[in-house]
């Protein structure tokens, strides 16, 4: 069974291109970053792993807190840790830089 969970963040700066970083396979992730026109920024992520929300929410409110970047952002994950989760969104942000 797949989890959708969405989250929403205040955006001030934009990024220029797409990125798409990492594949989905067992402990990995996979994102998909697109620039957004909305001062802000909406996350989906896509999870077989039920019952993290408050993890996925912490994650990625660390990261729009250094990085105020008006996105659309699709996460594919299949077991990803934090630390995994946070090296690819570093990952996904230098590619649309």
Do not use: K
Not at 4 to 29: D, E, I, K, Q
Not at 32 to 60: C, H, K, M, Q
Not at 61 to 67: D, L, M, N, T
């Amino acid at each position: 069974m797949i989890e959708t969970l969405t989250f929403t963040y205040p955006a001030s700066a934009h990024v220029a291109r797409r990125a798409h970083v990492g594949v989905v396979a067992s402990g990995n992730c996979e994102l998909l970053l697109e620039p957004s026109p909305e001062p802000s920024a909406s996350v989906t992520v896509r999870t077989s792993v039920g019952g993290y929300a408050t993890t996925w929410e912490a994650v990625l409110a660390r990261f729009f807190a250094r990085h105020s970047i008006a996105v659309r952002l699709e996460i594919d994950d299949f077991g990803a840790t934090p630390a995994v989760v946070a090296m690819r969104l570093e990952q996904a942000l230098e590619q649309a830089r």
